[in-house]
Each structure stands twice: as structure tokens, then as C-alpha cells.
Nanobody, 121 residues
């Protein structure tokens, strides 16, 4: 079983900065891609950023140039550095990881429980 736990959310002022972390635990064998999505009430969950196992990154157009995704493979942790956030970035942020376990080599997609980020002055 794999668990993902997000941390670092909260209230941030427009133009400030915030770093989200997502730590994977449990019987993780290895992880491949990891990423972040976000959701606001009444809307579908949307893609924010992705980082592949080799470090290649991809971003939604709305956050490109402001957000940076990174990972620490040794810690099974993925980060999202939010710079110059805007009120429109307010949402619940969810991390996800493709990971296999020590019992099953097939990679499955796991999700965190979500963490609130509010951008407001």
C-alpha cells in the first residue's frame, strides 16, 4: 500500500511564494511520473504540473513560468514551488504518483488527500 501526504498549503498573498510537498510512504518500490492537479468547487480537477522520472517537466499554461515542480527520488517526495501566485490559483491541490510496490511491479496511480491553497490579500 502506498500513501501520499501533502503539506505546506495555507494562505498566501498574491505575489508571494509557497512550497507544497508530497511525501510518499508505504511499500513503495519505485516511482515514475509524479505531478500536481488542483480543483475548485464546482469544477473538474485540472492538471497543474508533471515531472517524469528523468526530470522532464510539463506545466499547464496558466502556471508556466510561475510554478516549478521538482522531486527527491530518495525521499519519494515531489514539490511544487508556487511563485507569484494569483487569486485564480486558489484551489485544493492534489499530488499524484505512478508507483509500484515491493509486492507488485505494475505501476499504479496514487493520489494524495488534497491540501487547500488560498491566494488572497
Amino acid at each position: 500500500q502506498v500513501q501520499l501526504v501533502e503539506s505546506g498549503g495555507g494562505l498566501v498573498q498574491p505575489g508571494g511564494s509557497l512550497r507544497l510537498s508530497c511525501a510518499g510512504s508505504g511499500s513503495i518500490g519505485s516511482t515514475t511520473s509524479a505531478g500536481w492537479h488542483r480543483q475548485v468547487p464546482g469544477k473538474q480537477r485540472e492538471f497543474v504540473a508533471l515531472i517524469a522520472s528523468g526530470g522532464i517537466t510539463n506545466y499547464a499554461a496558466s502556471v508556466k513560468g510561475r510554478f516549478n515542480i521538482s522531486r527527491d527520488n530518495a525521499k519519494n517526495t515531489v514539490y511544487l514551488q508556487m511563485s507569484s501566485p494569483k487569486p485564480d490559483d486558489t484551489a485544493v491541490y492534489y499530488c499524484c504518483m505512478f508507483a509500484n510496490t515491493t509486492d507488485d511491479p505494475r505501476p499504479l496511480l496514487y493520489w494524495g488527500q488534497g491540501i487547500q491553497v488560498t491566494v488572497s490579500s
